[in-house]
């Protein structure tokens, strides 16, 4: 991992306040290191913390994820009920999801178009909508 990528993840932690331990910080320079967004899921998270030589575990893979989105730095993308994805694009924003090869994407947010939801049942309010678009090659 370089210096920058390590540089950019501790800054990423800090400016959200969340305390930049060793682990973190390696965890956090894979996902944003080269400042790009990514999607992941904690079993793709560890094999990349793996192939890097860093001494980390499934069960911390998986609470520094949640630690980061209870931070605001990602979001969680569930498909399927049941699978989830990590974004680190926080912003309000369409997925493609590839059903063949499991893979989660952004999709252009200028192209969709939402003209209205139902109304919030009394005492409830929306927080969030979130958009999944399967995909299957023809």
Same mark, same amino acid.
Request: hydrophobic share 40%; net charge negative; proline share 4%.
């Given at each position: 991992?370089?210096? &920058? $990528? ?16 060793? #682990?973190? /910080? ?7 290191? %080269?400042?790009?967004? *990514?999607?992941?899921? @904690?079993?793709?998270?560890?094999? %990349? @913390?793996? @192939? #890097? ?12 994820? *949640? @630690?980061?989105? &209870?931070?605001?730095?990602? #979001?969680? /993308?569930?498909? %399927? ?5 990590? &974004? ?17 994407? &952004?999709?252009? $947010? %200028?192209?969709?178009?939402? =003209? ?9 309010? =929306? ?9 299957? *090659?023809?």
């Amino acid at each position: 991992m370089t210096a &920058d $990528a390590l540089t950019h993840g501790t800054n990423w932690l800090t400016q959200a306040g969340v305390r930049p331990t060793r #682990q973190r /910080v390696a965890l956090a320079s894979l996902l944003v290191g %080269d400042g790009q967004d *990514r999607h992941v899921t @904690a079993e793709s998270l560890f094999a %990349d @913390a793996q @192939a #890097q030589g860093e001494s980390v575990s499934l069960a911390t893979v998986y609470n520094t994820l *949640r @630690a980061f989105c &209870d931070a605001g730095l990602m #979001q969680e /993308v569930l498909v %399927d009920g049941a699978k989830s994805y990590f &974004d680190t694009n926080t912003h309000d924003h369409p997925h493609f999801f590839w059903e063949d090869r499991g893979e989660l994407e &952004d999709a252009p $947010a %200028d192209q969709l178009k939402i =003209i209205g939801l139902p109304q919030a049942p009394a005492g409830a309010e =929306i927080a969030k909508v979130d958009v999944v678009i399967r995909l299957r *090659r023809k």
